[in-house]
């Protein structure tokens, strides 16, 4: 039954913020891995100098992943220890992070493909590339989606 | 009021915590892994045999002649106008810097040796480096290393967009308009064209023989040989003339191995740099900052999993 509050957001603000900036900064960095940031003057605008500068962004790239890693596992233990008796996952939620699971993990090797001495095929480095970026871009459409139609990723049981 | 953990909640955590540090632990047992760079093949560059004839610069033309690029004119527009167009098509000949028609050329150093003015010249060319940014930070996966640490660019995928030049500490690839994939796609807004640069004759070492500029060499500069061995001799020809080696730290190591009789500041500091002509001066390892983050990478999950139970048991307390 709805008393008005049962399907309160059950994340407190700073941990949206957290979330949302994490976000922004992986995907920033994220694509300003292609040469596009400066061919289209984005590096141009006062502040986003960094934008094109690749080592940059690199580096942020992994600072920003170790903060999403972090707040990924922590949303997923508290969501199996304190959140599963009173609330379950929506169809948007469990698309969402499908997504993540698959742009995490795909980020996970190619992660390791920087390493030196990795020997990762080519082609599956082509295969992890392709998949990072067009799972993310489903990712931020299916975002965008959820943000302007207000689908939450848990509801009440 | 206090409540008794129960056997249930506390076995819930203590599974989540082992679980996120066995998930965490598996691209960190691939990490570890030895890099078998020893094994990877290099070359040693004798620069006081290199006398400037050029025989190695022709003789790598001839041999990659097949996969220099051929474009038609004229080349798609491109947006915005900022975005530069690199045609080396009809310059083909020139051989004093590096072009997507020129893998290799003689840099020109006036030194001193003992008191006397000399002129040392040095075949340049890409370095191979053992952990390439090219390779690495391609963002298509167009540029390519082989088992034997050759790093290469696939003519047929690489979209020009020269970012493998960019963090390049030598800025080796070359850019032609014009040219490759991406006139199937969006020619006018994204590519430009396909990069080249030298691929130690990879072709050729499969079939077990070596690279052109090796083969064409009447001073026998060049040795190639595996890493380790290389490096090795690379030592005991520097004791050997009290001279000086570059290409073994440099960038984390790379597999072109030059041994000087002068020091190599003094040798940057002689030769012309610029586009084209790589630099001889010291070059920190551009991929280890981030590869140190890679084990942060770790500790991360299971820093996010103890905060989780840690909320948890504060709740059920």
Not at chain 1, 105 to 133: E, T
């Amino acid at each position: 039954m709805d008393n008005g509050q049962s399907n309160a957001r059950t994340i407190s603000l700073p941990g949206r913020w957290f979330y949302l900036i994490t976000i922004l900064f992986l995907s920033l960095s994220g694509f300003g891995q292609m040469p596009i940031f400066k061919r289209y003057y984005i590096a141009d605008i006062p502040g986003l100098g960094w934008l094109a500068e690749f080592f940059i962004t690199h580096y942020i790239h992994y600072l920003a992943a170790i903060l999403f890693l972090a707040f990924t596992a922590y949303m997923i233990i508290d969501y199996l220890l304190s959140q599963r008796k009173s609330r379950r996952m929506t169809a948007s939620g469990y698309v969402r992070s499908a997504l993540l699971a698959g742009i995490l993990a795909s980020g996970v090797f190619l992660v390791i493909r920087n390493l030196a001495g990795s020997h990762l095929s080519s082609d599956f480095i082509i295969f992890l590339d392709l998949c990072h970026l067009g799972l993310v871009m489903a990712f931020l459409f299916v975002s965008l989606y959820c943000f302007i139609y207000k689908k939450q990723w848990t509801t009440i049981r | 009021m206090e409540q008794e953990i129960s056997r249930r909640l506390f076995l819930k955590g203590g599974l989540a915590t082992a679980a996120g540090l066995a998930a965490s632990s598996i691209p960190g047992a691939t990490a570890a892994a030895q890099p078998d760079e020893g094994k990877q093949l290099a070359t040693l560059l004798d620069i006081r045999k290199c006398i400037g004839c050029e025989a190695c610069v022709e003789a790598c033309s001839e041999v990659n002649s097949a996969k220099y690029p051929d474009p038609q004119k004229p080349f798609p527009k491109m947006y915005p106008s900022r975005v530069p167009v690199e045609d080396w098509s009809e310059k083909k000949d020139v051989n004093d810097r590096l072009t997507p028609y020129n893998w290799l050329f003689i840099q020109h150093a006036d030194v001193e040796i003992a008191g006397e003015e000399t002129e040392l010249t040095i075949p340049r060319r890409c370095m191979h480096c053992v952990n390439p940014p090219c390779v690495k930070l391609c963002p298509w996966g167009a540029a390519k290393q082989l088992e034997n640490g050759i790093s290469r660019i696939d003519s047929d995928i690489c979209l020009g967009g020269s970012k493998c030049r960019k963090v390049c500490p030598w800025h080796i690839p070359q850019r032609q308009t014009g040219t490759g994939l991406y006139l199937d796609l969006m020619p006018s807004m994204a590519g430009n064209g396909v990069m080249y640069k030298c691929d130690r004759c990879y072709n050729l070492i499969a079939d077990g023989e070596v690279p052109a500029c090796i083969e064409a060499c009447p001073e026998d500069v060049q040795t190639i040989g595996p890493r380790d061995e290389i490096l090795k001799k690379a030592h005991a020809l520097a004791d050997e003339i009290n001279g000086y080696i570059y290409g073994e730290k440099e960038n984390g190591g790379t597999n072109t191995i030059y041994v000087s009789p002068v020091p190599f500041e003094e040798l940057n500091k002689a030769i012309e740099t610029g586009k084209g002509k790589p630099h001889l001066k010291p070059v920190e390892d551009t991929m280890a900052q981030a590869n140190n983050l890679a084990a942060a990478m770790l500790v991360a999950p299971i820093a996010g999993i103890a905060a989780a139970v840690g909320k948890f048991y504060k709740q059920t307390k």
